[in-house]
């Protein structure tokens, strides 16, 4: 396997930014420790595990993988190797440990093309052998299922089944049995070097900075184990990042952002800001003001709507506060599940060149000086179902970094754009507009198309991918 060393954050997000959404990831404190579950480093624990497993089953229907999972998350001893999807949470786990800090660290990056769902049929057979014993299995002969290491998809399934798993970005590889002769046992010495693609090796000098950037965007201890509630002796500052009015003849009208400075934050603190803000604001603007307000972290949280809380104007009490109760989850999720930024532009390009090549020949049908009405019509009819399907297909690709996205943006406001003066010429032309109308709303539709595909060019070159 190949080798990295990597001293800064920079270089280590910039380094990994290839490997998002196409391989996994294990981080460890120790270069020295050895690749294996808890659970083979811990002979009672081994010895146990059928009784461990049968006592936290919900229900004879309960899926063992799935139990598996939730003991893994909660400490106990399991033959599940922590994975996850994201090469920040990994990278945490490779420098949180302090017992550690005197020693290198390394990230695994694990080759997935052999994945498999908790739902597959081997796996639930796997699953159900895990509680039989050794002289069961040898007697049914399916060593080929149980002695199998089984590397396990990040998906809703399994990943999504507890809080932590969520947060982290977590996913497993499970340790089959391994065979010695005739017999079967229960631990496996196999090694996994051979779906090891790189490791990357931070040293114990850059652990400390890249602990702190780390803390910075919110892949800290507290958060990452399911904490949401904190307290702080120090200030809590804000920023205001937006600021709408609307005056009107009755009342004015408020719409305002603003970035608060840590992500461990005392809501109670919070809360005094917030009221402060209103009280600055009736008074400024007036008592019967209508105010609303939003309150994020930073551009991570703003991109996808991830409000720490948000106020709305209410007319029997000025407002109220509404808090997600997800906030974490959903900020931590977002980032885990970004994939790189050459996937998601080979993604969108393929949908752009459909759009452009219909864009294009919308645009030398009406270039001409007396174009023919029926032809454009024509034309539209026998392109409206695959602009559709692509604007469709759109919805379906991951997202990328902040920075990314709007690019991603601008090539979704463009294929919108090229899909609308299609259907929208069509549905007039059904509804039986006249010709003179048809032909100036193509027009009009057609700068739109044109001004967007402009604005995605200049997206393009401003995020240097081409």
């Given at each position: 396997?190949?080798?990295?060393?990597?001293?800064?954050?920079?270089?280590?997000?910039?380094?990994?930014?290839?490997?998002?959404?196409?391989?996994?990831?294990?981080?460890?404190?120790?270069?020295?420790?050895?690749?294996?579950?808890?659970?083979?480093?811990?002979?009672?624990?081994?010895?146990?595990?059928?009784?461990?497993?049968?006592?936290?089953?919900?229900?004879?229907?309960?899926?063992?993988?799935?139990?598996?999972?939730?003991?893994?998350?909660?400490?106990?001893?399991?033959?599940?190797?922590?994975?996850?999807?994201?090469?920040?949470?990994?990278?945490?786990?490779?420098?949180?440990?302090?017992?550690?800090?005197e020693?290198?660290?390394?990230?695994?990056?694990?080759?997935?093309?052999?994945?498999?769902?908790?739902?597959?049929?081997?796996?639930?057979l796997?699953g159900e052998?895990?509680?039989?014993?050794?002289?069961?299995?040898?007697?049914?002969?399916?060593?080929?299922?149980?002695c199998?290491?089984y590397?396990?998809?990040?998906?809703?399934?399994?990943?999504?089944?507890?809080?932590?798993?969520?947060?982290?970005?977590?996913?497993?590889?499970?340790?089959?049995?391994?065979?010695?002769?005739?017999?079967?046992?229960?631990?496996?010495?196999?090694?996994?070097?051979?779906?090891?693609?790189e490791?990357?090796?931070?040293?114990?000098?850059?652990?400390?900075?890249?602990?702190?950037?780390?803390?910075?965007?919110?892949?800290?201890?507290?958060?990452?184990?399911?904490?949401?509630?904190?307290?702080s002796?120090?200030?809590?500052?804000?920023?205001?990042?937006?600021?709408?009015l609307?005056r009107?003849?009755?009342f004015?009208?408020?719409?305002?952002?603003?970035?608060?400075?840590?992500?461990?934050?005392?809501?109670?603190?919070?809360?005094?800001?917030?009221?402060?803000?209103?009280?600055?604001?009736?008074?400024?603007?007036?008592?019967?003001?209508?105010i609303?307000?939003?309150?994020?972290?930073?551009?991570?949280?703003?991109?996808?709507?991830?409000?720490?809380?948000?106020?709305?104007?209410?007319?029997?009490?000025?407002?109220?506060?509404?808090?997600?109760?997800?906030?974490?989850?959903?900020?931590?999720?977002?980032?885990?599940?970004?994939?790189?930024?050459?996937?998601?532009?080979?993604?969108?390009?393929?949908?752009?060149?459909?759009?452009?090549?219909?864009?294009?020949?919308?645009?030398?049908?009406?270039?001409?000086?007396?174009?023919?009405?029926?032809?454009l019509?024509?034309?539209?009819?026998?392109s409206?179902?695959?602009?559709?399907?692509?604007?469709?297909?759109?919805?379906?690709?991951?997202?990328?970094?902040?920075?990314i996205?709007?690019?991603?943006?601008?090539?979704?406001?463009?294929?919108c754009d090229?899909?609308?003066?299609?259907?929208?010429?069509?549905?007039?032309?059904?509804?039986?507009?006249?010709?003179?109308?048809?032909r100036?709303?193509?027009?009009?539709?057609?700068?739109?198309?044109?001004?967007?595909?402009?604005?995605?060019?200049?997206?393009?070159?401003?995020?240097?991918?081409?």
């Amino acid at each position: 396997m190949s080798e990295t060393i990597i001293s800064s954050f920079k270089e280590y997000v910039e380094y990994t930014e290839k490997y998002k959404n196409r391989y996994l990831f294990r981080g460890q404190a120790n270069i020295e420790w050895s690749i294996m579950p808890s659970l083979f480093r811990n002979d009672k624990a081994l010895k146990d595990e059928v009784i461990d497993i049968q006592g936290s089953l919900d229900g004879p229907q309960s899926n063992v993988l799935t139990t598996l999972f939730k003991l893994q998350h909660y400490g106990k001893p399991t033959r599940l190797l922590d994975l996850t999807i994201s090469p920040l949470s990994a990278l945490f786990f490779s420098i949180d440990d302090e017992s550690q800090l005197e020693n290198d660290g390394v990230i695994y990056i694990i080759d997935r093309k052999h994945q498999y769902s908790v739902k597959d049929k081997e796996v639930l057979l796997f699953g159900e052998y895990l509680l039989k014993s050794e002289e069961d299995i040898e007697n049914q002969g399916i060593g080929n299922l149980v002695c199998k290491d089984y590397l396990i998809k990040y998906d809703y399934d399994i990943s999504y089944t507890n809080k932590r798993a969520i947060l982290q970005g977590g996913t497993a590889l499970i340790f089959g049995f391994d065979k010695i002769g005739k017999n079967y046992a229960r631990k496996s010495s196999r090694s996994i070097n051979g779906i090891i693609h790189e490791r990357i090796i931070i040293p114990k000098e850059a652990k400390n900075h890249m602990q702190k950037e780390l803390k910075r965007i919110g892949y800290d201890k507290d958060i990452l184990y399911g904490s949401s509630d904190f307290e702080s002796h120090d200030e809590l500052k804000f920023q205001e990042e937006e600021f709408k009015l609307t005056r009107t003849a009755e009342f004015n009208k408020i719409i305002a952002k603003y970035r608060i400075d840590r992500l461990k934050f005392d809501r109670d603190q919070l809360l005094n800001i917030i009221t402060n803000l209103y009280k600055t604001l009736f008074s400024k603007y007036g008592d019967n003001a209508r105010i609303w307000l939003y309150f994020a972290y930073d551009e991570n949280d703003e991109s996808i709507g991830n409000w720490i809380c948000r106020t709305q104007w209410n007319a029997d009490v000025k407002y109220k506060i509404i808090w997600s109760t997800d906030y974490y989850t959903r900020r931590l999720s977002n980032m885990n599940e970004q994939i790189s930024q050459n996937e998601l532009i080979y993604e969108f390009q393929g949908k752009i060149k459909s759009a452009r090549r219909i864009h294009n020949e919308i645009n030398s049908i009406v270039s001409l000086d007396q174009y023919e009405l029926k032809k454009l019509l024509s034309y539209m009819t026998g392109s409206k179902t695959e602009i559709k399907k692509v604007f469709i297909q759109m919805s379906d690709i991951g997202l990328g970094d902040v920075d990314i996205e709007m690019y991603a943006q601008s090539a979704e406001n463009y294929v919108c754009d090229v899909d609308s003066l299609v259907s929208e010429i069509l549905y007039y032309a059904e509804r039986g507009e006249n010709e003179k109308f048809l032909r100036y709303w193509a027009e009009t539709k057609l700068k739109d198309c044109n001004k967007s595909y402009d604005e995605l060019l200049n997206e393009f070159s401003r995020v240097n991918l081409g």
